[in-house]
């Protein structure tokens, strides 16, 4: 098992795993995501319903709990279910981070193929897959019956948002792109432009709906940021990241 730690940093705490930085959680104020790529989830989670309504929300990896604080701050009342596996950490997290009274935030110890599919029907307004193994989303949850359980889970005008780390040619985004197609056809992307551009590696946002995602109030948000991001629509999203294959199960594959 990796070494896990809380790093007490001017600017707050940071969750590390192996030394690999994990979270970063501001205790007196769960409103400011450090993190870039937290930022930008944070910023789909202000463009989703109305503003300040609370969610039913299911995270898929936890780590910190960065993301659920801060939905907890901006949307008072909402129920939030995270499936975060490493049970070690979640104690040192309650521990050295404990979350505040009533938070609506519960965690169970499950992983994130086997929480999703253990959840009813329409659990969840939004439902957000940020979890890592080694740096890379383990590929079990992106297969194609894994998200075909993540629609499943989906209220009728609910979302799915996925944090999928990828380089070009985008293989990983290319498969996923084709299977949240199959199930959830409404789609979006959020990225930086030297991903885009094929210039380094980096995190790309897909949020996926069976309606209409909010793309023109996400792009509003993410104008705001200190650094460039674009928000590319559906055909925007065929245009750089079509032509993929849904992945496949690999008791299943041929």
Same mark, same amino acid.
């Given at each position: ?11 707050g705490h ?5 030394g690999?930085p994990?979270?970063?959680?501001d ?10 790529y937290v930022?930008?989830?944070g910023d789909?989670?202000d463009?989703?319903?109305e503003?300040?309504?609370? +969610? /039913?929300? #299911?995270?898929?990896?936890?780590a910190?709990?960065?993301? =659920? ?5 901006? @949307? &008072? %009342? ?5 499936l ?23 965690v169970?110890p ?14 969840a307004d939004?439902?957000?897959?940020d ?5 890379l989303v ?12 993540v ?23 290319r498969s996923?792109?084709a299977? +949240? /197609?199959? #199930? ?5 992307a959020?990225?930086? =432009?030297a991903?885009r551009?094929a210039? @380094? &590696? %980096?995190n790309v946002?897909?949020?996926a709906?069976?309606g ?10 993410s ?10 629509d ?11 294959t849904p992945?496949a199960?690999?008791d299943?594959?041929?």
């Amino acid at each position: 098992m990796g070494k896990r730690e809380v790093r007490l940093m001017d600017d707050g705490h940071v969750v590390l795993l192996d030394g690999r930085p994990q979270s970063h959680v501001d205790l007196d104020d769960p409103t400011r995501l450090v993190f870039d790529y937290v930022r930008r989830l944070g910023d789909v989670v202000d463009a989703i319903g109305e503003p300040g309504a609370p +969610l /039913r929300v #299911v995270h898929v990896g936890g780590a910190g709990l960065s993301l =659920p604080r801060y939905v907890a701050a901006t @949307r &008072p %009342g909402s129920r939030q279910t995270v499936l975060e596996p490493d049970e070690e950490l979640t104690a040192l997290v309650r521990r050295e981070l404990p979350l505040p009274p009533r938070s609506g935030i519960k965690v169970r110890p499950v992983d994130g193929r086997a929480g999703v599919r253990a959840l009813p029907d329409g659990r969840a307004d939004l439902l957000v897959l940020d979890a890592y193994d080694d740096g890379l989303v383990p590929p079990e949850l992106l297969t194609a019956p894994a998200l075909a359980d993540v629609a499943r889970v989906l209220a009728p005008t609910g979302v799915a948002l996925l944090n999928v780390v990828d380089r070009a040619p985008f293989p990983v985004i290319r498969s996923t792109v084709a299977g +949240l /197609r199959a #199930v959830l056809p409404q789609l979006a992307a959020g990225m930086e =432009p030297a991903t885009r551009r094929a210039r @380094r &590696p %980096g995190n790309v946002l897909l949020l996926a709906g069976t309606g209409p995602v909010p793309v023109d109030a996400w792009r509003a948000r993410s104008s705001t940021g200190l650094s460039p991001y674009q928000v590319l629509d559906g055909a925007q999203v065929s245009s750089s990241f079509g032509g993929g294959t849904p992945a496949a199960d690999p008791d299943t594959a041929c």
